[in-house]
């Protein structure tokens, strides 16, 4: 016992000095001052298949920051600059966003063939300033960012490797035949708040984009759905437009949508199987001119049909039958600013057994006064300081009406 004693306490001491030599390391220590020796920086090539195999020093733009932690990255970002400063060879990350830059020459590119992501966001550049063919040389390039800045045309050509191009918040209005030629990987596109108008979409410019999965349409001059959409759609943004009548078999072709946002438009009559979509999660058609509702897909989770006119919430059209086997995913409707006079039917509560909330607010009965409904408790989902908040909430709207129709008021947990 002896000597099992003293081997224990040699154990503790030894463990006792590691633990000191690690708590009194300070991983800071190595980046104060200036190293003893200056070595120019090294990586491993082999972390990325697209540099070359062999190890060269780490350039960087007397302009920018290159961090040593992220070699391949470049950050000129935020630097008041007005010119792109030449792009080692290496590099494969460029942030020149927030700048003053209004052109984009091909000299400073030359090297930079490895280049996979470019951020030119929040600056001034105009179509005319790229120099032709500058993006396209760009072989390994797979995400482009040029939104914020001022261009009036699609900056093609481009290289087919691009994945993700964003060019919202321009001034683009025209989108020339070959224009999205040449992109086959491209899997999200993103236009909102520019210029583009039904005319610009005659040309189907989006029925060859076989991979893409989301495409931002938002904050444009569109009266009518985009055509010929490709089949690989996932995400469908169109805020903001001025559409007004969704053909009733639009969607046949675009079975992988998940989520839809056609809010602030003027949408008046929508056919009852519109929206027969298998895998939709998120349905906004709020802001709209909406008098009735329309069928709910069995998959949909979130569905917002705020500031509309609709007077009456058929159950019915939404949830023709009930399949215990396959229920209703609806958690959360928000109905706020329409014209309802009393809740939806007691009925919605076995056709969405999932619902969680539903946001009635404020309902514009008429021009000159507004109601408030009451809302519905939903206790198996509240926890019980929740459900004592919602409780109150109620209590603070409760009306004679409301309590002459207690009776009648479904709770359903």
């Keep these: 016992m002896g ?153 093609f050509p481009l290289p087919s490797s691009l994945e993700r191009l964003l060019l919202g918040s321009n001034q683009i209005s025209q989108l020339s035949g070959n224009s999205l030629e040449g992109l086959p990987n491209i899997t999200m596109l993103d236009l909102c708040n520019n210029l583009l108008d039904d005319s610009v979409l005659k040309g189907k410019p989006f029925s060859n984009m076989k991979n893409l999965m989301q495409l931002n349409l938002c904050n444009n001059k569109l009266q009518t759905m985009p055509p010929d959409l490709p089949s690989s759609l996932m995400y469908l943004s169109l805020e903001n437009n001025s559409i007004s009548y969704i053909p009733e078999n639009y969607f046949n072709r675009l079975p992988k949508i998940i989520a839809l946002r056609m809010s602030h438009n003027n949408l008046q009559n929508i056919a009852r199987n519109t929206f027969n979509l298998p895998n939709l999660l998120e349905l906004n058609l709020g802001h709209n001119k909406l008098k009735q509702v329309f069928y709910i897909p069995r998959s949909l989770q979130h569905l917002y049909i705020e500031d509309n006119d609709i007077e009456i919430v058929n159950i019915t059209l939404m949830c023709p039958s009930i399949d215990p086997m396959n229920v209703n995913q609806l958690t959360y409707i928000r109905m706020d600013r329409n014209k309802l006079t009393n809740p939806i039917s007691t009925y919605a509560f076995f056709c969405f057994p999932h619902i969680r909330a539903i946001y009635y607010g404020e309902q514009n009965v008429n021009a000159n006064k507004s109601t408030q409904l009451r809302i519905p408790v939903f206790r198996r989902f509240l926890t019980p300081e929740e459900y004592h908040e919602a409780e109150q909430d109620n209590n603070d709207h409760e009306t004679e009406e409301d309590h002459e129709a207690e009776d009648n008021y479904f709770h359903p947990y």
């Design 3 to 155: 000597i099992l004693s003293q081997l224990s306490i040699f154990h503790l001491l030894w463990a006792a000095m590691v633990f000191c030599q690690y708590e009194d390391y300070d991983f800071e220590d190595e980046y104060d001052g200036e190293p003893n020796h200056q070595y120019p920086y090294y990586f491993n090539p082999n972390t990325q298949a697209e540099v070359p195999r062999f190890p060269f020093p780490v350039e960087c733009a007397r302009e920018c920051f290159c961090p040593p932690g992220f070699p391949l990255s470049m950050y000129c970002d935020h630097r008041k600059l007005k010119a792109i400063p030449n792009i080692p060879n290496h590099v494969q990350q460029l942030y020149l966003q927030n700048n003053d830059i209004e052109a984009v020459p091909a000299g400073p590119f030359t090297n930079a063939t490895f280049l996979r992501e470019i951020n030119l966001s929040h600056n001034k550049i105009k179509f005319h300033m790229i120099d032709h063919g500058v993006f396209a040389k760009l072989s390994n390039l797979l995400q482009l960012h040029l939104q914020h800045n001022e261009l009036e045309e699609f900056p």
